[in-house]
């Protein structure tokens, strides 16, 4: 049974950083894509960024420059290093695993498995 976990959410101002994980469990973690999705109060939910089991990444634009996500494939943790955050990055954020889907994508519907989220606020 596919188990992910987040933590390492919290409140901070703007400009200052929080680096969440994902403990994966239950499943072989190098097969999977995994990425970090997001949604803030009264939006849909969207992508933050992705990473294939060869460390490639993809990122949307809003946060290229500032998130950073990497995994340790020996600890089956998936981290997101934000810094520079805005009060527009306020959102709970989920992670996610996906089973042969195409190469780093991005998009919501090709990822079976997600944790319970991690709340983020930033304040001005």
């Known amino acids: 049974q596919v188990q992910l976990v987040e933590s390492g959410g919290g409140s901070v101002q703007s400009g200052g950083s929080l680096r969440l994980s994902c403990a994966a469990s239950?499943?072989?973690?190098?097969?999977?894509?995994m990425g970090w999705f997001r949604q803030a109060p009264g939006k849909e939910r969207e992508a933050v960024a992705t990473?294939?089991?060869?460390?490639?990444?993809n990122y949307v634009d809003s946060v290229k420059g500032r998130f950073t996500i990497s995994q340790d494939n020996a600890k089956n943790t998936l981290y997101l290093q934000m810094n520079s955050l805005k009060p527009e990055d306020t959102a709970m954020y989920y992670c996610a695993a996906g089973h042969a889907v195409p190469i780093l994508t991005l998009i919501e519907a090709d990822f079976g498995y997600w944790g319970q989220g991690t709340e983020v606020t930033v304040s001005a």
């Open positions: 990473i294939g089991s060869d460390g490639s990444t």
């Open positions: 239950g499943y072989t973690y190098t097969m999977y894509c």
